[in-house]
């Protein structure tokens, strides 16, 4: 699509037919609605059939109601999914059904008032749907809303029409929400995250009174499908038995097993005035099975520790880490032509144990796509040859660069000074870097340079030679450092995206899963105004590149890219991080600046092995309901297939 295309509001069918639309809407709410029914609420924007994609199969997404609802001076968004079509009579849907209201409850986006977000961005992909990512004011994102009918066009003149839209200066498909100035402006300049001033410390103007209801907003359209949910209500934090929309949690209420029924009536105060439950953990699914039992999962038998355990005991779950896999041991996972026979028992043995050092130049290149599982020796020697050209023809576009046509390229000037700036104070004090003129230092610079002209979009960005250096010292060879690094970047690119959208995502599946596996700490987080989690910043986008060790870092990192749990298995981790250290946190009641400070000076003292058990056990028994906090398209550590790159997955993953 041509960029003039996607800059114009104006050429959509739907928004052609707006105005009519509009009016229509507000009359037959007249008709149908009195003021004191609608308490002055006015649709404005509707929209029927946009969904969100919880997994990648078509027979699980979600679709809904969009709307834009004024009341007074103010706006507000909502997107309520239709309920679910299973019955009674639906043979084998019954848990089906269970669990579709289950995320319906979890992806269900209440009055948000729109000073409450920053930034909506638009995408539109050449095959498929476009759809809308909607980031907050506290920098947390909903997941993307897919318009399969159309109607983007139409929702963002809306928006104009009732608050400031603006473009970003940056990016012409992000637009800007009450904010003359553009925060995409900021860069990653550097990895200590600034000083950040929440927009929950200010005093919201909009009463309770004044936010219209779900069932206000239906019978102005006479719609039936929402039922007799009811939007929570929007106050200011003095108000604790409210829900504040730029509160994205998940109201579950959890009821002892000899609880009485409640009425319909009773279920509202249930999840306003229930006590938080002790146990982070008991209401998932794991406390089916008694202690000392065995639960059988898709990737294998584990032994089952009571959940009430697991803020007294450590997480221990299923085998402890092992030794690192050898030569002697790798060479049983190979035929005679070099093929591995067992790839899901190679990636779960690399999982328990890592990798020696001296054969991870071998098993890297598999782990992130350079090699496919099932190639022999022989194809991957003339792969090996066949990239290696390749990436000197890449090379040689910006080594043949003359200093006159430098001179008149600025984006390639500005590249490179980014890049010589970096690659000199990068992992210095390890011997592979260290020293001057070292050719190690410049062989960083080259492949980073050489990146920036294969991505051109991507280009360069500070972070970037924290991801390359480790690869490099393992691999010691420019070309399969190079294609190796292209693999990694297929999916940690989006962590360095102007957007952020990566780092959004990933930001608010972190929120969500440690309000389902540690609610004391979410609710001291929300109490903290902290929910935005941007204290995670550098573990996330680097991953963990500076909280470890060095040898440390490439023990985790190929323990993520085994893909043997999740793919976000770093994000469990960092919740076990946060658990871990939830007593100190919690105890001395720090602030953003205190937990930002306290976080950074873990940096050299987390014990990895004790976190990735810890992680373990919070990812199998999070499960289903774990994943689901996951929104789509979150950047995972495992690179995907592309082109060479093959993709890891095996068919009984």
């Known amino acids: 699509m041509h960029e003039t295309d996607q800059h114009d509001l104006s050429d959509d069918a739907d928004y052609a037919a707006s105005q009519g639309l509009r009016s229509n809407l507000q009359k037959e709410a007249a008709k149908r609605s009195g003021p004191s029914e609608t308490s002055g609420a006015e649709v404005v924007y509707q929209k029927d059939n946009v969904t969100i994609h919880p997994t990648q199969y078509a027979s699980e997404r979600i679709s809904g109601r969009l709307r834009l609802i004024k009341q007074g001076s103010s706006l507000f968004m909502t997107w309520i999914p239709y309920k679910s079509s299973h019955t009674s009579n639906d043979v084998g849907q019954g848990s089906n059904a269970r669990l579709f209201e ?126 007799s949910l009811r939007l929570s209500e929007y106050s200011g934090k003095q108000r604790q038995k409210s829900h504040d929309p730029r509160d994205l949690s998940i109201q579950v209420p959890s009821l002892p097993a000899n609880a009485p029924d409640k009425g319909p009536g009773d279920t509202e105060k249930d999840l306003t005035e229930a006590p938080v439950a002790s146990d982070p953990l008991e209401k998932t699914q794991c406390r089916k099975e008694k202690h000392g039992q065995e639960a059988a999962t898709r990737v294998g038998t584990f032994e089952l520790v009571d959940c009430k355990e697991f803020d007294r005991l450590s997480l221990v779950w299923g085998k402890p880490r092992q030794p690192p896999l050898g030569f002697e041991e790798w060479a049983t996972f190979l035929d005679g032509e070099g093929r591995i026979m067992d790839s899901k028992a190679l990636r779960k043995r690399i999982f328990y144990g890592g990798v020696e050092h001296s054969l991870r130049k071998e098993v890297w290149k598999v782990l992130l796509g350079f090699h496919a599982y099932d190639s022999t020796y022989a194809e991957r020697e003339y792969l090996k040859s066949i990239k290696k050209a390749e990436y000197e023809t890449i090379k040689s576009q910006w080594q043949s660069i003359s200093p006159a046509q430098a001179k008149k390229f600025t984006k390639f000037r500005e590249r490179k000074a980014l890049i010589d700036k ?131 870092t490439m023990r985790l990192w190929e323990v993520l890219w085994t893909h043997y749990l999740s793919e976000h298995f770093h994000l469990y981790l960092s919740v076990a991080i946060l658990k871990r250290h939830r007593k100190k946190i919690m105890g001395e009641q720090m602030d953003f600046d205190t937990l930002l400070k306290f ?55």
Not at 133 to 138: D, E, G, K, M
Not at 432 to 453: A, E, Q
Not at 604 to 611: K, R, W
């Open 422 to 552: 970096d690659v000199v104070r990068t992992d210095r004090s390890i011997s592979f870097y260290d020293g001057d003129d070292n050719p190690n230092v410049t062989l960083l610079r080259d492949i980073l340079l050489t990146y920036s002209f294969y991505n051109f979009d991507l280009g360069y960005c500070q972070g970037m030679s924290d991801l390359l250096s480790p690869i490099l010292f393992v691999m010691e060879c420019e070309s399969e450092s190079f294609w190796c690094f292209v693999a990694l970047m297929e999916r940690l690119g989006p962590n360095f995206n102007r957007d952020q959208n990566g780092m959004h995502s990933q930001l608010f599946a972190l929120s969500k899963l440690v309000e389902l596996l540690d609610i004391p700490l979410h609710n001291y987080l929300k109490q903290a105004d902290c929910l935005n989690y941007f204290f995670c910043f550098r573990w996330i986008l680097i991953q963990f590149k500076r909280e470890l060790e060095y040898g440390m």
């Open 599 to 653: 976080i950074n000076e873990l940096s050299g003292h987390l014990d990895l092995d004790s976190a990735l058990r810890d992680a373990e056990a919070l990812c199998i028994c999070a499960g289903e309901n774990g994943a689901a906090c996951i929104p789509p398209g979150t950047p995972p550590s495992l690179p995907v297939e592309n082109g060479f790159l093959n993709s890891q997955q095996d068919d009984d993953d």
């Open 102 to 227: 289950k995320e319906r409850n979890l992806y269900t986006i209440r009055a948000v008032p729109l000073t409450d977000v920053r930034s909506i961005r638009r995408h539109t992909p050449t095959l498929g749907w476009q759809y809308l990512i909607v980031v907050l004011s506290s920098g947390l994102a909903f997941p993307p809303l897919y318009f399969y009918n159309g109607g983007v066009k139409e929702f963002l003149a809306t928006l104009k029409q009732h608050v400031f839209l603006g473009r970003s200066a940056d990016d012409s498909n992000v637009f800007l929400v009450n904010d003359l100035q553009d925060p995409l402006q900021r860069s990653l300049s550097s990895l200590e995250l600034p000083r950040v001033v929440s927009v929950a410390n200010g005093t919201s103007s909009i009463s309770a009174s004044s936010v219209p209801s779900i069932e206000d907003s239906d019978k102005i359209n006479g719609d039936n499908h929402v039922g």
